[in-house]
C-alpha cells in the first residue's frame, strides 16, 4: 500500500493590506477537525471504464495498472447503457485479488442517459431511464452518493440553475466533476463556480478530478487525493471524507506525481485561511465567484470575499491542486463594481478587485468589423481583442464599449492554385492547390499564418488586415513511396481494421462501382497502423478525400494521434472537415518525439462524413 505521512511544516503569515473591511467568517471548513500530524494521503480515480463497457482494459488490467502507478483508491464505473447492466462489483467476481493489489475498492457506475453521473456505493443502473432526476432518486433510495461528470460537456444545453436545483434537491449529490481526462472540457470549472455561487455556504459541493480511463493516453493525467487517518483505508473512513470533502482535485498533464503541489496543513482562524504548502506566494491562487480575488498562501477574511472561496495552486510544470470550497458567511458589506459591457458581453456586477473577469464583443453587423474597447479601458487586458478580460478597480462601476469600424479588402495571392483576388478582412475564405498531373502536394509556403491546415492541399483562412501570398509546393508521385500499413482507397474489405460499431459506418457504391465509407452523425471511428517506429523530427502525413452530406452547417474532423510504447498519447493532429463536395485533404505533423504508431481517427458531429483514399506518407528526412 503507497501512502504518505505528512508533517507539519511552520511558515510566516504574509498579511496582504485588503480592499474592504468585513465581518467575514469561514462557516464551511472542509478540511476542519483533521490530525495534520498523522493522516495519510491516498490518491484515488473515481471515473474508471473496462471491457465490462467501452474500455480497452479488462477490470483485473486496469486494477494492475493503477496499483502499480500508487493509486489506493479505485471505483470502476462502467457506463449502465452497456449489458450488463449492473455495476462492475465485486471486484472478486472478475478474478480480482482484492488484498494482493493493496487498493480500497469502490462499487461505482456511470449513469449514462441522458447526463453522465457518477453513481458509488450501490448497484443502480437503468439503460432505458431518460431523467436526471428519475436517476438520482434512484441512486439516493440505494444510500449511495453522486457526482455529476463533465458537466462542459452539456454547457450549451445546461443553465447553471439546472444544476442549482439538483443540488438542492438531492443531498446525496455531493460533487462536480472539474477535471476530465486531459482537461477536455474547460468549461467544468466555469460551471462549478456559477452553481457555487449560488449555493454556498449554506450547500457545498466538492470539486473532483478524474481520468475518465478508457485507454492509456487517459491514465493519471486527473486524480484525487484524500486525506484518511492513520491507518485508516477502509471504506467507512474513505465515505467520511468524500461527503466533508477532504480530499484535493489534481490535474497534472506531465503524469510526474512529483510536480503535484499539496497542502501540508490548512489552517482557519478568525482572521484568515493560511495554507503551510512548499511554493511561492504567486503560485496559491484564491478565487470567489468564478475569478481570482487574492495570491499568496495566507488569505486575510478582510479581504473583498463572496460566499465561498477556493484555492488553486499551481506549478511551474503545469498542474493544478484545487482545494474544495470554503463557505464564507458575513459577507453583507463586500464592495461589489457594476461593470456594463455595451455591443457585447459580460455586464453584472462582480466583486471589486476580481481579475480575469472575461468580456467578448458581439458578432460585427455586415459590413463592419470590431476595431477596439473604448470607455473605462484602464484595466482591459487587450483593448484590441474582441474576446479579451479586465480587472475590476476598486470602484462602484466600469463601463466599456466595443468599437466597430468597416471592413476592408486585402488583396490574397494563390501560386500554383485556386483562390486569388481581393478578400475582405476577417471573412472566412477557401484556397485550393492546384495539383499537376504526376506530383503530391507538400505544402503551402510563405506567408501561411492565417491558413487552418499549411499542409492540406484544400485549406480555410480567415483574411488578416493586410494583404499576403501563399504558394502550393509539389513532390514528383514517383518519388513519394506511401506506407503499405494504410493505403485503402476503395474499401473493398469494408470497415476491417477500424474501431467502429457496425451501426457507426456504412460502406457506399458508387456507379462506377468504386466504394467509399459514410460516417453517420454523432459517431466515431479509429484505425491504429502499426509497426511504424518513427523517429522524432519525422514528417507524417494522410491524405484523402472527404465530403460532408448535411441540412445545417456541417462539421467533421479527420486526424492523427500519435502513441508513445506505453499506448499513451503523445500528441494529435486533426483538420475540420465542412466541404460539401468531395475535396482533397490532408493532415500533417513533424513528430517531436518517437513514435511506436499512429490512430488514425474520424469522428462527426452533424450530417454525413463521406471518405475514400486514404493514404499514408512517411517524408523522407528533412522532407
Not at 462527426?604 to 493514404?615: A, C, I, K, S, Y
Given at each position: 500500500?503507497?501512502?504518505?505521512?505528512?508533517?507539519?511544516?511552520?511558515?510566516?503569515?504574509?498579511?496582504?493590506?485588503?480592499?474592504?473591511?468585513?465581518?467575514?467568517?469561514?462557516?464551511?471548513?472542509?478540511?476542519?477537525?483533521?490530525?495534520?500530524?498523522?493522516?495519510?494521503?491516498?490518491?484515488?480515480?473515481?471515473?474508471?471504464?473496462?471491457?465490462?463497457?467501452?474500455?480497452?482494459?479488462?477490470?483485473?488490467?486496469?486494477?494492475?495498472?493503477?496499483?502499480?502507478?500508487?493509486?489506493?483508491?479505485?471505483?470502476?464505473?462502467?457506463?449502465?447503457?452497456?449489458?450488463?447492466?449492473?455495476?462492475?462489483?465485486?471486484?472478486?467476481?472478475?478474478?480480482?485479488?482484492?488484498?494482493?493489489?493493496?487498493?480500497?475498492?469502490?462499487?461505482?457506475?456511470?449513469?449514462?442517459?441522458?447526463?453522465?453521473?457518477?453513481?458509488?456505493?450501490?448497484?443502480?443502473?437503468?439503460?432505458?431511464?431518460?431523467?436526471?432526476?428519475?436517476?438520482?432518486?434512484?441512486?439516493?433510495?440505494?444510500?449511495?452518493?453522486?457526482?455529476?461528470?463533465?458537466?462542459?460537456?452539456?454547457?450549451?444545453?445546461?443553465?447553471?440553475?439546472?444544476?442549482?436545483?439538483?443540488?438542492?434537491?438531492?443531498?446525496?449529490?455531493?460533487?462536480?466533476?472539474?477535471?476530465?481526462?486531459?482537461?477536455?472540457?474547460?468549461?467544468?470549472?466555469?460551471?462549478?463556480?456559477?452553481?457555487?455561487?449560488?449555493?454556498?455556504?449554506?450547500?457545498?459541493?466538492?470539486?473532483?478530478?478524474?481520468?475518465?480511463?478508457?485507454?492509456?493516453?487517459?491514465?493519471?493525467?486527473?486524480?484525487?487525493?484524500?486525506?484518511?487517518?492513520?491507518?485508516?483505508?477502509?471504506?467507512?473512513?474513505?465515505?467520511?471524507?468524500?461527503?466533508?470533502?477532504?480530499?484535493?482535485?489534481?490535474?497534472?498533464?506531465?503524469?510526474?506525481?512529483?510536480?503535484?503541489?499539496?497542502?501540508?496543513?490548512?489552517r482557519v482562524n478568525e482572521e484568515a485561511i493560511e495554507l503551510v504548502v512548499e511554493c511561492d506566494d504567486d503560485q496559491v491562487v484564491w478565487i470567489s465567484h468564478g475569478h481570482e480575488i487574492h495570491?499568496?498562501?495566507?488569505?486575510?477574511?478582510?479581504?473583498?470575499?463572496?460566499?465561498?472561496?477556493?484555492?488553486?495552486?499551481?506549478?511551474?510544470?503545469?498542474?493544478?491542486?484545487?482545494?474544495?470550497?470554503?463557505?464564507?458567511?458575513?459577507?453583507?458589506?463586500?464592495?461589489?463594481?457594476?461593470?456594463?459591457?455595451?455591443?457585447?458581453?459580460?455586464?453584472?456586477?462582480?466583486?471589486?478587485?476580481?481579475?480575469?473577469?472575461?468580456?467578448?464583443?458581439?458578432?460585427?453587423?455586415?459590413?463592419?468589423?470590431?476595431?477596439?474597447?473604448?470607455?473605462?479601458?484602464?484595466?482591459?487586458?487587450?483593448?484590441?481583442?474582441?474576446?479579451?478580460?479586465?480587472?475590476?478597480?476598486?470602484?462602484?462601476?466600469?463601463?466599456?464599449?466595443?468599437?466597430?469600424?468597416?471592413?476592408?479588402?486585402?488583396?490574397?495571392?494563390?501560386?500554383?492554385?485556386?483562390?486569388?483576388?481581393?478578400?475582405?478582412?476577417?471573412?472566412?475564405?477557401?484556397?485550393?492547390?492546384?495539383?499537376?498531373?504526376?506530383?503530391?502536394?507538400?505544402?503551402?509556403?510563405?506567408?501561411?499564418?492565417?491558413?487552418?491546415?499549411?499542409?492540406?492541399?484544400?485549406?480555410?483562412?480567415?483574411?488578416?488586415?493586410?494583404?499576403?501570398?501563399?504558394?502550393?509546393?509539389?513532390?514528383?508521385?514517383?518519388?513519394?513511396?506511401?506506407?503499405?500499413?494504410?493505403?485503402?482507397?476503395?474499401?473493398?474489405?469494408?470497415?476491417?481494421?477500424?474501431?467502429?460499431?457496425?451501426?457507426?459506418?456504412?460502406?457506399?457504391?458508387?456507379?462506377?462501382?468504386?466504394?467509399?465509407?459514410?460516417?453517420?452523425?454523432?459517431?466515431?471511428?479509429?484505425?491504429?497502423?502499426?509497426?511504424?517506429?518513427?523517429?522524432a523530427g519525422t514528417r507524417l502525413t494522410l491524405y484523402f478525400d472527404a465530403k460532408i452530406e448535411a441540412e445545417d452547417e456541417p462539421v467533421g474532423f479527420v486526424g492523427m494521434q500519435y502513441l508513445?510504447?506505453?499506448?499513451?498519447?503523445?500528441?494529435?493532429?486533426?483538420?475540420?472537415?465542412?466541404?460539401?463536395?468531395?475535396?482533397?485533404?490532408?493532415?500533417?505533423?513533424?513528430?517531436?518525439?518517437?513514435?511506436?504508431?499512429?490512430?488514425?481517427?474520424?469522428?462527426?458531429?452533424?450530417?454525413?462524413?463521406?471518405?475514400?483514399?486514404?493514404?499514408?506518407?512517411?517524408?523522407?528526412?528533412?522532407?
Open positions: 500500500m503507497v501512502m504518505r505521512t505528512l508533517s507539519v511544516v511552520a511558515f510566516a503569515i504574509l498579511l496582504i493590506p485588503a480592499c474592504a473591511s468585513s465581518d467575514a467568517r469561514v462557516e464551511v471548513n472542509p478540511y476542519a477537525d483533521l490530525d495534520w500530524q498523522t493522516l495519510e494521503i491516498h490518491k484515488a480515480n473515481l471515473h474508471t471504464h473496462t471491457t465490462e463497457s467501452d474500455g480497452d482494459f479488462s477490470p483485473q488490467e486496469v486494477v494492475d495498472m493503477y496499483a502499480e502507478a500508487g493509486y489506493t483508491i479505485l471505483s470502476l464505473t462502467d457506463h449502465d447503457t452497456h449489458e450488463p447492466e449492473h455495476s462492475t462489483w465485486p471486484w472478486e467476481e472478475y478474478g480480482i485479488d482484492v488484498d494482493a493489489s493493496g487498493m480500497l475498492p469502490i462499487e461505482g457506475n456511470e449513469i449514462s442517459r441522458p447526463d453522465h453521473i457518477g453513481s458509488y456505493f450501490n448497484d443502480y443502473g437503468d439503460a432505458d431511464q431518460r431523467s436526471v432526476s428519475e436517476a438520482l432518486e434512484q441512486i439516493g433510495k440505494r444510500d449511495g452518493l453522486a457526482v455529476m461528470f463533465h458537466p462542459g460537456r452539456y454547457r450549451n444545453v445546461r443553465d447553471p440553475q439546472w444544476y442549482v436545483d439538483l443540488y438542492e434537491d438531492f443531498p446525496h449529490l455531493l460533487g462536480m466533476e472539474v477535471f476530465n481526462q486531459d482537461d477536455r472540457y474547460p468549461g467544468d470549472r466555469a460551471i462549478y463556480d456559477q452553481v457555487i455561487s449560488e449555493l454556498m455556504p449554506e450547500r457545498p459541493v466538492w470539486a473532483m478530478a478524474n481520468d475518465d480511463f478508457h485507454s492509456k493516453e487517459h491514465f493519471a493525467r486527473s486524480m484525487n487525493f484524500f486525506l484518511l487517518p492513520e491507518e485508516g483505508l477502509n471504506e467507512e473512513n474513505f465515505r467520511e471524507a468524500f461527503e466533508k470533502g477532504r480530499f484535493y482535485a489534481v490535474y497534472n498533464p506531465s503524469r510526474d506525481t512529483g510536480e503535484i503541489i499539496l497542502p501540508e496543513q490548512v495570491r499568496g498562501r495566507t488569505l486575510p477574511l478582510s479581504t473583498n470575499i463572496g460566499d465561498y472561496v477556493r484555492a488553486t495552486l499551481k506549478s511551474d510544470e503545469g498542474t493544478v491542486t484545487l482545494l474544495q470550497p470554503f463557505g464564507i458567511a458575513g459577507t453583507e458589506d463586500r464592495v461589489m463594481t457594476e461593470l456594463t459591457i455595451i455591443g457585447g458581453s459580460g455586464s453584472g456586477e462582480y466583486l471589486t478587485g476580481s481579475r480575469g473577469v472575461s468580456i467578448e464583443a458581439d458578432d460585427p453587423a455586415e459590413g463592419k468589423v470590431f476595431d477596439r474597447w473604448t470607455g473605462d479601458i484602464e484595466h482591459v487586458n487587450d483593448v484590441e481583442q474582441a474576446e479579451t478580460t479586465v480587472d475590476l478597480p476598486e470602484q462602484e462601476s466600469v463601463e466599456i464599449e466595443a468599437e466597430y469600424r468597416p471592413t476592408e479588402s486585402y488583396t490574397l495571392d494563390v501560386e500554383h492554385g485556386e483562390g486569388s483576388g481581393d478578400v475582405k478582412e476577417e471573412s472566412h475564405h477557401w484556397i485550393q492547390a492546384s495539383i499537376p498531373q504526376g506530383y503530391i502536394f507538400d505544402e503551402w509556403t510563405g506567408d501561411v499564418e492565417p491558413l487552418e491546415s499549411p499542409r492540406s492541399p484544400t485549406t480555410r483562412l480567415q483574411m488578416p488586415n493586410r494583404d499576403f501570398s501563399v504558394t502550393a509546393t509539389f513532390t514528383p508521385e514517383e518519388e513519394v513511396v506511401f506506407a503499405p500499413q494504410l493505403q485503402n482507397p476503395s474499401f473493398q474489405d469494408g470497415i476491417e481494421g477500424w474501431d467502429a460499431e457496425e451501426d457507426d459506418v456504412r460502406i457506399v457504391e458508387n456507379d462506377d462501382d468504386d466504394q467509399h465509407l459514410a460516417l453517420l452523425r454523432f459517431s466515431g471511428i479509429m484505425q491504429r497502423v502499426d509497426d511504424m517506429e518513427l523517429e508513445g510504447e506505453l499506448d499513451e498519447e503523445l500528441a494529435h493532429t486533426s483538420i475540420t472537415v465542412r466541404n460539401q463536395s468531395w475535396t482533397p485533404l490532408a493532415v500533417s505533423a513533424v513528430l517531436v518525439e518517437e513514435v511506436i504508431a499512429p490512430n488514425i481517427f474520424v469522428w462527426m458531429r452533424d450530417g454525413e462524413l463521406h471518405l475514400r483514399n486514404f493514404r499514408l506518407r512517411v517524408h523522407d528526412s528533412g522532407g
